[in-house]
């Protein structure tokens, strides 16, 4: 059974910073591209970043509203992935979603609040 759980989320004031973990289960991990998405109220889920392990390491890419801000990583012996978020503003308050696309199939977590207080 596939797991991915969030955790990290919570209020912090604008300027502030938040690390969100994801821990996964279940899947061949190593090998499973992850990623970050977030769904404001009213909008829709957006991708926030991505992260693949390829033979020469991770690569990564972000959303541009978060670009020099944010941080993906994953350890694959720990089968976990992070987001640090530095310099958070308002506009960054939303649920945050752990995703993995493996093999096919796309997994999601159960999402982490992150709200951001001007």
């Known amino acids: 059974q596939v797991q991915l759980v969030e955790s990290g989320g919570g209020l912090v004031q604008a300027g502030g910073s938040l690390r969100l973990s994801c821990a996964a289960s279940?899947?061949?991990?190593?090998?499973?591209?992850m990623a970050w998405y977030r769904q404001a109220p009213g909008k829709q889920r957006e991708m926030v970043a991505t992260i693949a392990s390829i033979p020469s390491g991770d690569t990564t890419s972000y959303a541009d509203s978060v670009k020099g801000r944010f941080t993906i990583s994953r350890d694959n012996g720990k089968k976990t992935m992070w987001l640090q978020m530095n310099s958070l503003g308002p506009e960054d308050t939303a649920v945050y979603y752990c995703?993995?696309?493996?093999?096919?199939?796309?997994?999601w977590g159960q999402g982490t609040q992150v709200t951001v207080s001007s």
């Open positions: 279940g899947i061949a991990f190593s090998i499973c591209p």
């Open positions: 995703n993995s696309a493996c093999l096919g199939r796309a997994y």
